[in-house]
């Protein structure tokens, strides 16, 4: 087996292809990612430039022009904790937690990843403008002291001693003015609730006070006056002044916030506290005055701020993956960047929770979580569609310019935030987004529920609508067409969908979901001939009904075969094949999964499928397995795999713990003859989505950092027994187990072989469907598949 060991930013990658030659897939290009919340952007000194950094990268954007310029790879993000803008030598400082210092000269894209060493953790960094030899930082591990609470160090960067300033029982937030004259920590206990202020030269603390307070803090904010300002979770903001002189302070309490108060910051004269919010709501409050002016229906709630050095501009980061800049004299926008908005089922936890979590526990606790997420890739274009964190909006993420395109809304909702009780109320969530093959229509499902709040008899009931969206060049828009309210029935979700077109009819889209409860109806356009023309006259209905069962269940796959004379319906554990001209079902498979299936998909003569437990092949030809492997499936496990119609390969990811229970992943790709993978990526993070490219060799791959990754591959085939043992470990998700295999003997000796669940499959072939064979004759099948021999 050959091993490529590719250089990369982000997470690595590892690629092993077949024994005697290169790897037959490799990630050929990264693009997308997450802005990071707790790094804040930077306003260059020239005003021009504008620096973020995201999970893969750092993005330079020229304000005049709203474009990136630039994009400088950036290797770990993860471990990112702060980043500074080096006023004196132009330059970007990035901070890990480890105490490594990274300088980065981002006009000539160069990094130095050896720039500086502060020996400690490290969470913050503040650079005092008169002093060009020291910072303040912000750490829980001070030199010389216990890991624990956080604590201000001045660290001298020319002989790198480090003296403790400060440090209190129970700090948790940690605020500077921009001069680094003036600091203050949050302080949270059981006794109750503080702020400290304190001011510092640099090198000592001149004077610091601690004021006891009774609302819990959420953020906090500090003027080069020494202003405080403190966001509680009712929505108080209280501005503490003179909080360093003797006596009480001046306390003053600003009210319009109606939940928790995110984000704050002073303008750089101290005239302007700007406050954010779940409303999605700007608050600007002119203190001399007592003024206030609002920007309202922001995309998402606000969780920092960062004003410019001239207090020019705003720069904002939303809760959708969204950064705003915006101008403080017209409140305008002068740039909005989004990366990738795809909404998690969840995130790898940190790996010392992992491990505290799954202390003292069966090995069977050690099976990683469900970390998918909804994707999906237009055929024609190659776009990327993300249902958004509100559930109600698809983000057209643009993967060639690496931008996003757009973001339409699919249902109808309330674009003010919500706050209290009204988080209740969830809106409307796109389960199920399906193309058709030249990419002209979309069928989307989405479901609301109603809120728990009044106690009605209609609680439990859900509003599901299917719609079907016709893409119109004139506009550039996707179009509404159809709407169908409850489209298998009253409170009968869509679990699945897949495009049902026949390969020999021309313009002819059609679309096939399957319920919960079993049935499936296809869905055609009553006009084909007037596609092209106007899209309110196309009309959607059912055109055929296969029967549901009298069982529910969310385990339910469908999947339509290229010429149309069948699909295949997956409930539970069984697999039904059925007629597609008459919609009945042919015959039952056999029992093939073992457990609750995930997906299903089929590949020339080969049906696909996917349980929670097992990857199994099946010749609908010959009538018979051909392969199966275990496999350890989240509930959202379709997402993680695809198969490649055109070359008949079959790509399935894997989370899995590796070292210390850091969340790792390994993308194998078969073809559909062997359970040998022709290829094995391994991936220093978790996978959360795969899905095939269109008329291409390759897949497009989702991480849960929120990066694409082009998984590249080549059309021809080799597949070959190569030493892949550890790769197939992993993907089995079992321990060594001793197998018993057949050797050629002599007649005298005795064969082994092993026995399991799909072994008994021919016992029953060639029997009826309501009727068995007789106990002489089915003893002999079984005899048969006992002892070979005797056959």
């Not at 003053?252 to 004269?269: E, G, Q, T």
């Not at 894997?654 to 062997?674: D, G, I, L, M, T």
């Not at 391994?682 to 897949?699: E, K, L, Q």
């Amino acid at each position: 087996m050959t091993v490529r060991r590719r250089k990369s930013f982000g997470a690595s990658a590892v690629g092993t292809g077949a024994a005697g030659g290169a790897p037959l897939y490799s990630i050929t290009r990264k693009f997308g990612g997450k802005f990071l919340k707790n790094v804040p952007q930077i306003f260059t000194a020239d005003k021009a430039h504008f620096i973020v950094l995201t999970s893969l990268e750092l993005r330079v954007y020229l304000l005049a022009t709203r474009q990136c310029i630039r994009s400088i790879p950036i290797a770990s993000t993860d471990t990112v904790t702060d980043m500074q803008y080096f006023a004196e030598r132009d330059q970007v400082l990035l901070v890990r937690s480890s105490g490594k210092c990274d300088v980065i000269d981002w006009r000539e894209k160069q990094v130095d990843t050896n720039y500086m060493q502060f020996g400690y953790p490290v969470s913050r960094i503040a650079h005092r403008p008169h002093n060009k030899d020291s910072f303040l930082v912000v750490t829980n591990h001070p030199p010389g002291s216990e890991a624990g609470d956080l604590a201000l160090v001045s660290h001298n960067i020319q002989n790198g001693q480090a003296q403790l300033l400060s440090q209190h029982k129970g700090a948790k937030l940690f605020a500077v003015s921009s001069s680094g004259r003036y600091y203050a920590f949050s302080i949270a206990h059981k006794k109750g609730h503080a702020v400290v202020v304190g001011e510092t030269d640099g090198s000592t603390v001149v004077r610091e006070k601690i004021h006891k307070r009774l609302r819990p803090t959420l953020s906090l904010a500090v003027s080069d006056e020494g202003t405080v300002a403190v966001g509680s979770a009712s929505g108080v903001i209280d501005v503490y002044y003179r909080a360093l002189q003797d006596g009480e302070p001046a306390i003053r309490a600003l009210k319009w916030h109606i939940d928790s108060v995110l984000s704050l910051s002073f303008s750089l004269d101290g005239d302007y506290l700007v406050s954010g919010g779940k409303e999605k709501v700007l608050v600007f409050w002119q203190l001399d005055t007592d003024n206030t002016q609002f920007l309202p229906r922001l995309d998402g709630e606000i969780q920092s701020i960062v004003v410019d050095p001239s207090s020019e501009l705003y720069a904002l980061t939303l809760g959708d993956n969204q950064v705003l800049v915006l101008s403080s004299l017209d409140l305008l926008s002068r740039l909005q960047v989004s990366g990738i908005k795809a909404v998690y089922t969840k995130l790898p936890n940190d790996p010392e929770k992992e491990k505290r979590k799954r202390k003292n526990k069966t090995a069977f606790s050690n099976a990683v979580g469900d970390y998918t997420a909804a994707f999906f890739v237009h055929p024609r274009t190659g776009n990327a569609y993300f249902p958004t964190q509100s559930g109600s909006q698809l983000q057209i993420y643009d993967t060639v310019k690496d931008e996003q395109l757009s973001v339409i809304s699919i249902a109808s909702t309330i674009q003010t935030g919500k706050v209290r009780t009204e988080t209740l109320i969830d809106d409307p969530r796109i389960t199920n987004v399906c193309f058709s093959k030249d990419g002209q229509w979309m069928a989307t499902v989405d479901e609301a529920t109603p809120p728990p709040i009044d106690k009605l008899f209609s609680k439990n009931d859900k509003e599901i609508y299917l719609k079907f969206w016709y893409y119109s060049p004139k506009s550039s828009k996707w179009e509404l067409a159809t709407r169908v309210a409850a489209p298998h029935g009253q409170n009968k979700s869509i679990i699945d969908i897949c495009n049902a077109e026949v390969d020999s009819t021309i313009n002819t889209p059609a679309f096939l979901t399957a319920a919960q409860d079993g049935g499936v109806r296809l869905w055609k356009p009553s006009n084909v001939q007037e596609i092209g023309s106007t899209t309110r006259t196309v009309s959607w209905s059912v055109r055929k009904i296969l029967s549901p069962g009298g069982m529910t269940s969310g385990a339910v796959s469908v999947a339509w075969a290229d010429d149309g004379s069948f699909f295949v319906l997956a409930f539970e554990s069984s697999l039904y094949l059925c007629d597609g001209a008459k919609f009945t079902i042919i015959r039952p498979l056999p029992n093939l999964l073992g457990s609750r299936v995930r997906s299903v998909k089929i590949v020339s003569r080969f049906v696909v499928a996917l349980s929670k437990t097992r990857l199994v092949v099946y010749d609908l030809i010959d009538g018979h397995q051909v392969w199966s492997v275990r496999v350890n499936s989240p509930s959202g496990g379709k997402r993680l795999l695809a198969v490649d119609p055109i070359n008949q390969r079959i790509c399935l990811a894997c989370n899995y713990f590796a070292k210390e229970f850091h969340v790792e992943s390994k993308v194998f790709v078969f073809e559909c003859e062997s359970p040998l993978p022709v290829h094995v990526e391994s991936y220093s993070d978790a996978m959360s989505a795969v899905n095939w490219i269109p008329g291409t060799a390759n897949f497009c791959l989702l991480d849960a950092g929120g990066r694409l990754l082009t998984f590249g591959g080549s059309s021809s085939t080799g597949p070959s027994f190569s030493d892949a043992t550890d790769d197939i470990t992993t993907l089995y998700h079992i321990k060594q187990q001793q197998a018993m295999v057949a050797e050629e003997s002599d007649d005298g000796q005795a064969v082994s072989s092993v026995l399991n669940i799909n072994s008994f499959d021919k016992v029953f072939d060639g029997s009826t469907e309501y009727s068995l064979d007789n106990l002489e004759l089915l003893f002999d099948k079984v005899l048969s598949v006992v002892n070979p021999r005797n056959n």
